[in-house]
């Protein structure tokens, strides 16, 4: 038989990547699972797509089917200026966004655009996995810079950029950040935008949960406050529904015209019908309809989690207290292993992610990652209750035991 390992790039080995396909594949029948960021389908505008996909079909298939222009269907791009108008206060000029194919292709466009190996970046400590595995792949140097509650320590990151670090960007998830669920400050934002800019360091944005606030309210984005530092990545996997895979990169034109020119090595163009779809969506005013039912459902599912958590858990559990998005990072007393702990948690039917992966190297043993976007509030309080029991029933056995 042939042997084709043999012949992989040595980059395949440096992405990891076995969580991400866990928590994809889903978990096995009787297994109430916190793991995936996904959104919940009952806020799929179901009938409203229906009537729209027949419609483009029907009446637009030159455009909605066809390749597009690799910066985006020239009126998509006018609507996705708009919004960012409508949304941050500010308009990007023509050279300054492109459409993407959701917001993991930007991660992919950065990396070979502005990542030669050994290249140090910086990362939130913990981050979005998808991140750190898209940052493996390029070789890039990741740097992890430290997270409390209100968001990335800029103090921290001022530390290292004084002491000489300068890392081809700063890769930060300002809302309700993917692991933790913090939100990063005003005045964090307002001092990082600052830092960067005097150390001309791009800031790279993941907004991938942005318009997901519990209240409805949101703080600026670091584009909005400092478009000459800032890349910003949107996505509408989670605002509107992943499988259209589109999304948009939006900051200075030198930048975006990189990311266009590896676009063009990728898949050339975002699909034009998910483009369309989001766009007639948008302009017939989908999104101020549906929004607000959205954060209210994820905002009820989070209020049923912490209560669950606080009737649950033992002493010693602290847990982050999100105001959007689907996630909380719940930490547990030092001799909880988290990962050795999840073939007992499944066996009592609960699934989450463990902390390790979303760190630069093997920390967070004794943390994981709580999504309640998906789960029922009824599911969400059993979920707890079995991995509480799970926690309870390792911690009452000692130390060497906790797994
Ligand atoms: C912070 C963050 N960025 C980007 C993505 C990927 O988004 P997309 O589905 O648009 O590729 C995700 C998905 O979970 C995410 O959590």
Redesign the pocket.
């Known amino acids: 038989m042939a042997d084709f390992a043999q012949a992989f790039a040595r980059r395949s080995r440096l992405r990891g990547g076995d969580e991400l396909t866990t928590i994809l594949a889903g978990s096995p029948p009787g297994v109430l699972s916190m793991t995936g960021?996904f959104p919940n389908p009952a806020t799929f505008p179901t009938d409203e797509l229906d009537e729209i996909a027949v419609r483009l079909v029907r009446e637009d298939a030159a455009v909605a089917l066809q390749y597009t222009p690799c910066a985006g269907i020239p009126s998509v791009r006018e609507y996705l200026i708009d919004r960012h108008e409508q949304l941050q206060g500010r308009r990007p000029g023509e050279a300054e966004l492109i459409v993407t194919s959701?917001?993991?292709?930007c991660l992919a466009l950065m990396c070979q655009a502005l990542i030669d190996p050994g290249d140090p970046i910086v990362v939130e400590a913990p981050t979005?996995l998808?991140?750190l595995m898209a940052f493996g792949g390029a070789e890039a140097e990741k740097v992890a810079v430290a997270m409390d509650d209100d968001g990335l320590r800029v103090d921290e990151l001022a530390d290292r950029l004084e002491a000489g670090l300068r890392p081809k960007f700063v890769y930060t998830?300002p809302e309700y950040q993917?692991p933790t669920g913090r939100t990063l400050s005003l005045e964090r934002r307002r001092e990082l935008v600052g830092l960067c800019g005097r150390h001309g360091v791009l800031i790279f944005e993941?907004v991938?949960y942005r318009e997901l606030s519990f209240d409805g309210t949101s703080l600026p984005t670091l584009w909005s406050l400092a478009p000459d530092v800032v890349l910003q990545a949107g996505?509408f996997?989670k605002s509107f529904f992943?499988g259209v895979r589109l999304?948009w990169a939006t900051g200075p034109a030198e930048v975006i015209a990189e990311l266009a020119a590896a676009k063009q090595t990728t898949d050339q163009c975002a699909g034009g019908l998910g483009q369309r779809m989001v766009e007639e969506y948008g302009r017939a005013g989908g999104f101020e309809r549906h929004l607000p039912a959205a954060r209210a459902l994820y905002a009820s599912h989070w209020e049923a989690l912490s209560e669950a958590l606080r009737r649950h858990m033992p002493d010693g559990a602290e847990w982050t207290e999100p105001a959007g998005g689907f996630l909380t990072w719940l930490t547990l007393p030092e001799e909880v292993d988290v990962p050795a702990m999840r073939p007992a948690a499944l066996e009592a039917g609960v699934a989450y992610v463990p902390g390790p992966p979303f760190h630069v190297r093997d920390e967070g043993r004794n943390s994981m990652r709580l999504s309640f976007s998906h789960l029922t509030e009824s599911e969400l309080e059993t979920a707890v209750e079995r991995l509480a029991g799970v926690i309870r029933a390792g911690l009452a056995r000692g130390p060497s035991a906790v797994a």
């Open positions: 960021g959701g917001g993991m292709e979005y998808g991140a998830i993917n993941d991938a996505t996997s992943p999304g």
